[in-house]
């Protein structure tokens, strides 16, 4: 089975803290994925990333970045973490190097985050 | 665009009753689609998926859905839940314009004992 593992469960940060999530996975998939998931509005994707070094924006990339530096950790940063930034996260990846629209995704248990 | 709806965001049924819950969507060409499952404190798992063949699609936990064209719907099924399917259901399509996988905002599922 496809294991993702985030670092961190919760997290509490103060605002303007440089916040780094982490994820890991272990079953050799090339794209990886972030998304944060709020009340009401579902999973918005952050960004994503086919390869080693590359990544793609998503819907939602302002006040974020990443880093894939190993093809099994992909690094969500919050260069200056704000209260708007509170939200659950949680890390996917996805077998198919073709396409990511067509291979579903793994999930891992997700990091929930308080910027207060 | 590309979009999924869920009309429903809760959903309360008697444990040991049947289950259906909706799911439309808006594409282009043939949808791949999916339907996942969030427990409380956990991340996304996959249900099933559709990619094409037979419309009517089985998956795991006895859930199944139906791949219905005309009506752009997948909704999801269950004979008889049970308690431990409390949770939260997210309907998604593969989108090939943007390649990647959009979601619907979910329904929330309770389960009355």
């Known amino acids: 089975d496809v294991k993702v593992t985030q670092s961190s469960r919760y997290l509490v940060k103060r605002t303007g803290e440089k916040v780094f999530l982490e994820c890991v996975q272990d079953m050799d998939h090339e794209n990886m994925f972030w998304y944060r998931q709020d009340p009401g509005l579902g999973l918005r994707l952050i960004y994503f990333s086919y390869d080693v070094k590359m990544k793609e924006k998503g819907d939602i990339p302002e006040g974020y970045s990443v880093s894939r530096e190993k093809k099994e950790r992909f690094s969500l940063i919050l260069e200056s973490a704000s209260t708007n930034q509170t939200s659950m996260y949680l890390c996917a990846s996805s077998l198919d190097s073709s396409f990511s629209y067509n291979s579903p995704l793994h999930f891992g248990n997700g990091t929930r985050l308080t910027v207060t | 665009a590309q979009s999924v709806t869920q009309p429903d965001i809760h959903i309360t049924v008697s444990e040991g009753a049947s289950l259906e819950l909706r799911c439309n969507y808006s594409?282009?060409?043939?949808?791949?689609l999916f339907w996942y499952v969030q427990s409380p404190g956990q991340g996304l798992q996959l249900l099933l998926k559709?990619?094409?063949?037979?419309?009517l699609v089985q998956g795991i936990k006895g859930f199944e859905a139906e791949f219905k064209r005309s009506q752009s719907s997948f909704n999801l099924r269950k004979p008889s839940v049970h308690w431990s399917d409390a949770a939260e259901y997210f309907c998604?399509?593969?989108?090939?314009?943007?390649?990647?996988?959009?979601f619907g905002k979910g329904t929330r599922l309770h389960i009355l004992p």
């Open positions: 594409y282009g060409a043939t949808p791949y």
């Open positions: 998604a399509v593969g989108s090939n314009r943007d390649d990647k996988i959009i």
């Open positions: 559709y990619f094409s063949g037979d419309t």
